[in-house]
């Protein structure tokens, strides 16, 4: 029987209540047949420093990079702070995609989702957090995409997502992940 494909989750947000680790959590409940999710909290990666690199990667950038290196494919949940990027979810890909020519980012499937209580639902920071990929041949779905506006709506108290068209869109973004990452492992009995 073929493996379930592994992929690694992970919310560019540190907050307890963030809309974006609820969503990822929504995510690994409704993964399809043959997708287990797992998540890694970026609590534990500090802030990139090129001299702290050049010593040996910290435990926490250590243990990210094997989680990456481990998974499949890597399922980005990600806010959007002033039109961009929030720097945790930035400075965790900067570590990974060290060193270039090496690094666990490289030839990895990646697909981007993200809330916030705006109407733009991470319209603008999934699209410069796209850009990053682009440097770290990385493999991202171009679509589907999954913008969850007014988040702060779509989720009860306790960040148990309660929308209904919007875990049929998360069931049909995965789907089409599952197939994407497909695209470049090879599980199958025999491969
Ligand atoms: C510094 C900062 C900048 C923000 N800028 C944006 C923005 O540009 N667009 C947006 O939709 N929401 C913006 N927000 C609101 C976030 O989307 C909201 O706080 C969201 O809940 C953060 O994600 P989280 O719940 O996963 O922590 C901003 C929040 C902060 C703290």
Redesign the pocket.
Known sequence: MAEPLRILGI?G?L?AN????ALLRAAAELAPAGMAIDTFDLALVPLYNGDVEAAGDPPGVAAFKRAIADADGVLMAT?????GVPGVMKNAVDWASRPPGSAVLGGKPVGLIG????I?G?ARGQSQLRQAFEFTNSFCMPQPELLVFKAHEKFDAGGVLTDGPTAQYLQRYLAAFAAWVGRFVSNSEGD
């Open positions: 919310a947000s907050r963030s809309l974006n680790r806010p959007e702070y002033n039109h809330a916030s209580p705006g733009t991470t």
